[in-house]
């Protein structure tokens, strides 16, 4: 869970019990900047988006860095800045970029994959929270229009 005003994620177990924290103010791994999204990979990894920081942290279960990925996009200090992830199949992340009304799926490498945005009755404004079900589909909390999309995550095409 993240602790946004604090700089942190928390994690509990299912009945709630707290088990353990990650993460202080500051900018060098390990700490943590306005988190927000935060996404956990089928082998324990967690994602976590650390929005003033302009990054995405990688961990493991255990809360040892594993990698970072820039996220240039993302505005530091802005309250609207409110990065969520989701998890494709192939383990490459999809990131909201709210003030550039776009989505990123970013590979294992940190390289930019593919970019979705859209034109007119398809445009993306704000997007924030988004969630993959296992048919394929991915879906945007299109905040700025008061809507949620839903699109085939092969609209994301990677190379």
């Known amino acids: 869970m993240a602790d946004t005003g604090n700089s942190r994620v928390l994690k509990f177990a299912s009945d709630g019990t707290f ?16 988190p927000v999204g935060i996404e956990i990979a089928p082998n324990g990894d967690i994602f976590v988006a650390d929005a003033w ?20 996009g993302w505005v530091p200090e802005d309250p609207s800045t409110k990065p969520y992830l989701a998890l494709a199949p192939d383990g490459s992340i999809i990131a909201s970029e709210t003030a550039r009304h776009r989505l990123l799926r970013i590979g294992a490498d940190g390289s930019i994959l593919s970019i979705l945005e859209g034109l007119d009755e398809t445009a993306l404004v704000s997007p924030t929270g988004l969630a993959l079900d296992d048919r394929g589909f991915l879906y945007i909390s299109n905040s700025g ?15």
Request: glycine fraction near 4%; charge should be positive; hydrophobic fraction near 35%.
């Open 19 to 34: 088990l353990a924290s990650l993460g202080e103010p500051g900018s060098e791994p390990r700490q943590l900047r306005e």
């Open 53 to 72: 920081n302009r990054r995405i942290q990688q961990f493991d279960s255990q809360f040892n860095p594993v990698a970072q990925f820039p996220m240039p």
């Open 145 to 159: 229009a008061n809507q949620i999309r839903r699109v085939l995550l092969a609209d994301m095409p990677v190379p």
